[in-house]
Each structure stands twice: as structure tokens, then as C-alpha cells.
């Protein structure tokens, strides 16, 4: 594959197919500088060199009842992970500063449910309006589960700009990971988050044993969805979960070729590094920020991760600059 001519393309509007797409999973390492230079030609053309930061806050955790086999706060999960229920709104505005002090562009509010109770929703719904009246450059991003359309609107009116719901996998594969909904509810929230007006950020998790064909599709599918921001995650097994034990089989340059794979399908969208990207690209997550222009700092839900610091480092010494609020 000639992987000039195919960024050429994208930067010329044209879309890759999802036979090209899977060529890029599956070239070799020998071609793969030439691939994140050519993912960074897209990139540089939408995003430049600016890297957005997010921090996450988990609000409630643990004591999920939905079974996805990856996720340690499920209840199948058995593990020390710490379970708390909602936090006050109090608590939810107090965190928006650590986002404000780490350069954060978002702030990402997330909580272990299958679905927000009227409670849960009216809880996030008085915070962002106090942290917007706080921090109004600060944005908001939710992540609450499967939503009707009249809990989507209410977020909407109360500030939050963006709400996260990711598919996970591909279609094909999900039944494997998840059983206790399928994946046409995941894609039912997806397009109701689309429809009353807030960015939708939706994106997967690779290594869980699917296919090369099984990330295509999911990255087509979340194109389907137009949507505004793809975190791609990194299996990192945990203790407790299905898929403990289970032998990571991503290697650093698979997940630069995920990675990749997503830029030239999604050119103008959003592609943020997510969980498991200390673990799984190691030495090179700097590599990572070619074809990505986005990554969550100082650790996840309920793993820790580079500080902040290191983080800020590793940005400005590969000559990418942090997105300010
Ligand atoms: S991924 Fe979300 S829905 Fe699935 S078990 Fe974990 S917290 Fe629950």
C-alpha cells in the first residue's frame, strides 16, 4: 500500500474503504513509521500539533449490574476495586478544579450504571451548572449509561456539552463481552445524545480477543454515528474481571496501527489515547500522539496512570502543546 497516496486522498475529502482500513491493522512494522506519517499529515491538517487533556472523575463506583467482561466495577467482577455510591454535587464541582490545574480542556464525570436514576441525573445536572458558572471555559463531558431522550435534553439544558457512551467493539463481537444489553442500545443512546444536540464522544476497547475485522467495523461504525470524539482504549486485564488472565495480545505497534487506522477513517474527528496506554504502548506512547490528538492525563476509573507531569513532559518534548480550556 502506497500510504502517501492514501492520506492524499483523505486530504482531499475521499474516505479509505474498510479493505484499506484493515491493510493499515495489518502492515508490518517495517512500514509503520510511513503510517503514522501519513496519520500525522491528517492530523496536522485538523488539529495541528495541540494535544486536549480530559480528567476523569468517577462518581460512583462499583456495584454495576451490566456484566461487560473487561470492566472491574461490574458486579460479576470480583476484586478490592473501590465502591462508593454518587457523590454529591459538592464533591463533582470541588473536582472540576483538578481538571482547571491540570490544563484540562474537559472534565469527564463518570459513573458505574447501567442507566442514571432521576436522582443520579438531577445530581450532574446541579453540578455542571455550578462548575459552569466557575469554570465556563472548563467543558463537561458525562458518561451515565444508556439515556432516554428526555434525560439527554436535561443534561443538555443544564450545561453539560458532551456525553460519553462507547460502543465498545464491533457488533459481531459484542455478545462476547457483554450480555446483560446488546449492542443496538448502546447505538440507541448514541444516536439520541446526537439527535438532542451534545457532542457525543463513543469509542471501543481493542484486545479483547476480536478480530482485525472486528476493530474496522467498530471504527465504521462509530463513523456511522458521526461521531465527535473516539477514545480508544487498551485492554489492560484486571484482577477479578473474564478477561483476567487473558493474554494481552496487543503489541505497542498494534495499538500505533489502531490508532492510525482511526485517524485515516475519522480525519476531523477527535481520536483520544484512553485507558491502558501506559501499559500496552510502554516506550512509545509519544509515537501515539501522531495520529491521535487527545489523551486523558493522571490516570482512569479505577487504575492509575502517568501523572500529570510526566504527561505535560512527554507532550512538549515529542513538540506537541497541550489545548488550553
Ligand atoms: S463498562 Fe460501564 S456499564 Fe459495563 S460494567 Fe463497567 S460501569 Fe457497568
Redesign the pocket.
Known amino acids: 500500500m502506497d500510504w502517501k497516496t492514501l492520506s492524499d486522498r483523505v486530504l482531499n475529502d475521499g474516505a479509505i474503504t474498510k479493505t484499506e482500513a484493515l491493510a493499515i491493522l495489518e502492515s508490518s512494522d517495517d512500514e509503520l513509521l510511513d503510517v503514522l506519517q501519513n496519520a500525522y499529515r491528517i492530523r496536522k491538517k485538523y488539529f495541528g500539533n495541540k494535544v486536549s487533556l480530559h480528567l476523569l472523575r468517577n462518581v460512583k463506583s462499583g456495584k454495576?449490574?451490566?456484566?461487560?467482561a473487561?470492566?472491574?466495577?461490574?458486579?460479576?467482577?470480583i476484586n478490592e476495586v473501590e465502591r462508593y455510591d454518587f457523590q454529591t454535587v459538592e464533591s463533582i464541582v470541588k473536582g472540576a478544579q483538578a481538571a482547571v490545574d491540570r490544563q484540562a480542556k474537559r472534565y469527564c464525570v463518570?459513573?458505574?450504571?447501567?442507566a442514571p436514576s432521576p436522582n443520579e441525573l438531577e445530581t450532574i445536572c446541579e453540578a455542571a451548572v455550578q462548575i459552569k458558572q466557575k469554570h465556563p471555559s472548563l467543558e463537561i463531558c458525562s458518561?451515565l449509561?444508556l439515556l432516554t431522550e428526555e434525560k439527554a435534553i436535561r443534561l443538555k439544558i443544564s450545561g453539560v456539552d458532551r456525553f460519553n457512551h462507547?460502543l465498545?467493539t464491533s457488533e459481531n463481537y459484542f455478545p462476547e463481552v457483554?450480555t446483560?444489553?446488546d449492542f443496538e442500545d448502546r447505538v440507541n443512546t448514541a444516536k439520541i445524545i446526537k439527535k438532542v444536540g451534545l457532542d457525543l464522544c463513543s469509542g471501543g476497547l481493542f484486545g479483547m480477543g476480536e478480530s482485525l475485522q472486528d476493530r474496522v467495523d467498530l471504527i465504521f461504525a462509530l463513523a456511522d454515528l458521526d461521531v465527535d470524539s473516539v477514545p480508544i482504549n487498551f485492554l489492560d486485564p484486571r484482577p477479578g474481571t473474564e478477561f483476567e488472565g487473558q493474554a494481552n495480545p496487543l503489541s505497542p505497534n498494534d495499538c500505533l496501527r489502531g490508532l492510525a487506522m482511526a485517524r485515516f477513517s475519522m480525519p476531523a474527528t477527535e481520536v483520544r489515547i484512553a485507558g491502558g496506554r501506559e501499559t500496552t504502548l510502554r516506550g512509545l506512547q509519544p509515537l501515539a500522539l501522531y495520529p491521535a490528538n487527545s489523551m486523558f492525563t493522571a490516570g482512569y476509573?479505577t487504575t492509575g496512570g502517568q501523572d500529570y507531569e510526566t504527561d505535560k513532559r512527554m507532550i512538549e518534548d515529542a513538540g506537541f502543546v497541550i489545548q488550553k480550556a
Open positions: 454495576c449490574p451490566e456484566d461487560c473487561f470492566c472491574s466495577q461490574s458486579t460479576s467482577a463518570v459513573s458505574s450504571t447501567r458518561s449509561g462507547n465498545e457483554v446483560t444489553h476509573l
